[in-house]
């Protein structure tokens, strides 16, 4: 039999698992992506026409939708939901006591 690996439970938030700085923001940017992927495929929309739609070029589509965030700020990717019919709120409300900090989430309506 081969060698065990060692197995460690991670947080909810992979980007703060491998320590990356502002790993909320990473967090909030990859869920907002994962959300406008969400609308293509459910538009049947290809990256040339979601191009269109977004006011970009169809290999920054394609970027977005494998992930590569570097170049979207969170404000633009909301922006984009927004161009593909959805709306977007943010909501600020106290912590509970349990917590210190504050976080950043981005979440579906039902």
């Given at each position: 039999m081969g060698e065990r690996m060692k197995v460690e439970a991670g947080s909810d938030n992979v980007f703060a698992d491998l320590g990356l700085a502002d790993a909320e923001e990473h967090r909030a940017k990859a869920e907002l992506a994962s959300r406008i992927g969400d609308v293509l495929r459910a538009r049947r929309l290809t990256q040339?026409?979601?191009?269109?739609?977004?006011?970009?070029?169809?290999?920054?589509?394609?970027?977005?939708l494998r992930g590569y965030l570097t170049n979207f700020s969170a404000e633009r990717l909301m922006r984009f939901l927004t161009l593909l019919g959805r709306d977007v709120e943010i909501v600020v409300r106290p912590v509970p006591r349990s917590r210190r900090r504050g976080r950043l989430r981005v979440v579906e309506a039902a």
């Amino acid at each position: 039999m081969g060698e065990r690996m060692k197995v460690e439970a991670g947080s909810d938030n992979v980007f703060a698992d491998l320590g990356l700085a502002d790993a909320e923001e990473h967090r909030a940017k990859a869920e907002l992506a994962s959300r406008i992927g969400d609308v293509l495929r459910a538009r049947r929309l290809t990256q040339a026409a979601a191009a269109e739609v977004l006011g970009i070029d169809q290999p920054k589509v394609s970027r977005l939708l494998r992930g590569y965030l570097t170049n979207f700020s969170a404000e633009r990717l909301m922006r984009f939901l927004t161009l593909l019919g959805r709306d977007v709120e943010i909501v600020v409300r106290p912590v509970p006591r349990s917590r210190r900090r504050g976080r950043l989430r981005v979440v579906e309506a039902a």
